[in-house]
Structure formats: structure tokens, C-alpha cells
């Protein structure tokens, strides 16, 4: 009669020879969405304790109701919007190669319409973004894909104690790669976006978006969410920035994603950061949205020199 630990040991056997074994991919695949996911609930908890901060511990810095309408109003018209980048690198936890590295670029600027408040303290933009990915080392050095983001905004200061402490924003933006047939990937959303600033150090922003027009790609919401959260805290004043910039699916899932960049600026007479940016997650292209990635950049950076809009 057999005993039950050599039975025990027979069933271990026969499970490991008929149940089929998971392929490493898949298991690498498990893995990335834990990791996402792990990141995503810490970064998230770290922006929810920050907006819970008692009004008492806001710093006494903030620039004065003169100041700031003054800089609005007389600044240049044209001006920088969101980081302007020009990176390079190459897919983390894989044997470089010119298949899974590139360059990766942004431009982002902003128009002032007008140099007084249009409506209720109000400031009036045109603002535009556009990213590419540049595969540099291929042949031929093929742009695989530049998604194009214009839009119209509002941004309206908030003041207390009169002194700036936050930024309203309302925004209707388009976003589209360019591209027809089955490569056409667009969408259009209305923005609410509220930044604050705690200290002269750290800021957080959080803009929520209400989508239509989603027909080329009805699911974009399950990967590209429909909330965005920044937190940036300026490590060393104007010398050492970390930015963290997060999204979450519209479902309860592990899609999401999770950017994360630190910039050092060498010199204090120009506006040039040294950066250094891993992306984690999908979405990072409209044309690839559905697909995880997982890249590490370093390259140039040029930063807002005023209070950042995003």
C-alpha cells in the first residue's frame, strides 16, 4: 500500500506533465502588470496625502496677486507649454538592439489670445503638442509614429491671502496620429485641470477629461484613462527636478501607466536640463495604445519658466 506522501508525490508528477506550463512571456507579462500596478497605487497615494494637506501647511512663498497678472498679461505671448524633449534609449530587460531603441521627441508651446482676462479672471491660449518616435537606428530611420495634440484653453489664476497659490484650466483638445484607414488613431475630450502649488518646491496637478469622438479606437479608454495626475518636486531649487506623471484605466484593471523624469540643469543662465525618463506602461503611442512598454530615455530637456499650466 502506497503511502500518501509517495501519492502526494505521483500527483505533483502527473500535473506537471498535463497541465501545460505558461510561457515566459506571458510570465513576464504577469510580472510588468504587477509592477504597474504596485507603482500606480504608491504614486497615487503620495498625490492623495499631498491634496489632504491642511491649508496651514501651504507655503508663504506664492507670488503676489500684482505679480502674477502683471507676468500673465506682459510675458511673451508665445511661450513653452509642457516639456519640450529630445530623448533616446532603449527597452528595459532586453539585449539593446536598432528593433527596440529610438529617439523619442516633444515640442510643446502655448499663444496667449489675448493680454487681458477674457472671461471671469480668465486667460485665453492656443496650445499644442506634438510627440514622435523616431526609429534613428533602423534603416532608412522610419518615423513609426507623431501624435498631434492642439487645443484651446482657459487658465484662470486662484488666489489666497492674495497671493497665486493655484491654476484652473478648461480645455477642449483633439489628439491624432495623422493617419487614415486602419492606422487612424484620434480622439477628442473636454479638460478640467486643476494645479497647486504647495511650496516653491512641490506641485501637483490633476485633470480629468470628458471624451467624444472615439470611433477609430472605442477602447483607447481602457488603456489611456480618463484622469491624468502630475506631481513635480524641484529637488535642488531650479538645479534637480523629479516629475512624476500618472494615468489609470477606466476599468478595474492593472492598465495604466507611469512616467518618471529626472532633470538636472547644469548651468542657471539657460533653460537646459540633462534628463532622464522611463516610461512604463501603455499608451505611450496612440498607434501602439493597447501594447505595454517599457522604455528608459536619457537626452535634453527645455522646461516652462513660469507656472506650469499642466
Not at 511673451?76 to 538592439?97: C, H, Q, R, V
Not at 499663444?111 to 506634438?130: C, D, E, I, M, W
Not at 486662484?158 to 497671493?163: A, W
Not at 469622438?213 to 484613462?225: A, F, M, S, V
Amino acid at each position: 500500500m502506497k503511502s500518501f506522501t509517495s501519492w502526494q508525490e505521483e500527483q505533483n508528477v502527473h500535473l506537471i506533465r498535463t497541465e501545460p506550463l505558461e510561457s515566459m512571456d506571458k510570465i513576464k507579462q504577469n510580472h510588468l502588470n504587477f509592477t504597474i500596478q504596485s507603482k500606480l497605487k504608491w504614486c497615487f497615494l503620495v498625490i492623495s496625502c499631498i491634496l489632504l494637506f491642511p491649508a496651514s501647511l501651504y507655503a508663504q512663498s506664492g507670488m503676489s496677486r500684482d505679480s502674477t497678472e502683471y507676468i500673465l498679461a506682459n510675458s511673451p505671448a508665445f511661450s513653452i507649454y509642457k516639456d519640450n524633449y529630445f530623448i533616446t534609449g532603449t527597452a528595459l530587460g532586453e539585449e539593446p538592439s536598432k528593433y527596440n531603441s529610438d529617439i523619442k521627441f516633444q515640442f510643446s508651446f502655448k499663444q496667449r489670445l489675448q493680454n487681458k482676462p477674457v472671461f471671469a479672471g480668465s486667460y485665453l491660449y492656443l496650445t499644442y503638442t506634438q510627440k514622435s518616435f523616431w526609429d534613428v537606428y533602423q534603416a532608412s530611420s522610419p518615423f513609426t509614429e507623431t501624435n498631434y495634440n492642439p487645443g484651446l484653453m482657459l487658465a484662470k489664476p486662484i488666489y489666497k491671502d492674495d497671493k497665486v497659490r493655484s491654476m484652473l484650466m478648461l480645455s477642449i483638445e483633439h489628439e491624432s496620429n495623422g493617419r487614415d484607414s486602419i492606422y487612424s488613431r484620434s480622439w477628442n475630450y473636454i479638460g478640467i485641470n486643476y494645479s497647486h502649488h504647495f511650496s516653491s518646491r512641490i506641485r501637483a496637478s490633476l485633470k480629468l477629461v470628458i471624451p467624444f469622438g472615439l470611433k477609430d479606437n472605442p477602447d483607447l479608454l481602457k488603456y489611456n484613462g480618463l484622469a491624468e495626475w502630475q506631481f513635480t518636486w524641484d529637488i535642488k531649487k531650479e538645479k534637480l527636478v523629479l516629475d512624476i506623471i500618472g494615468r489609470k484605466s477606466a476599468e478595474w484593471n492593472t492598465k495604466g501607466s507611469l512616467m518618471t523624469t529626472i532633470s538636472f540643469r547644469p548651468s542657471p543662465r539657460r533653460n537646459l536640463y540633462w534628463t532622464l525618463q522611463w516610461y512604463q506602461g501603455y499608451s505611450e503611442s496612440l498607434i501602439d495604445y493597447r501594447e505595454s512598454t517599457n522604455m528608459l530615455r536619457v537626452g535634453l530637456m527645455f522646461k516652462p519658466s513660469f507656472f506650469r499650466f499642466y
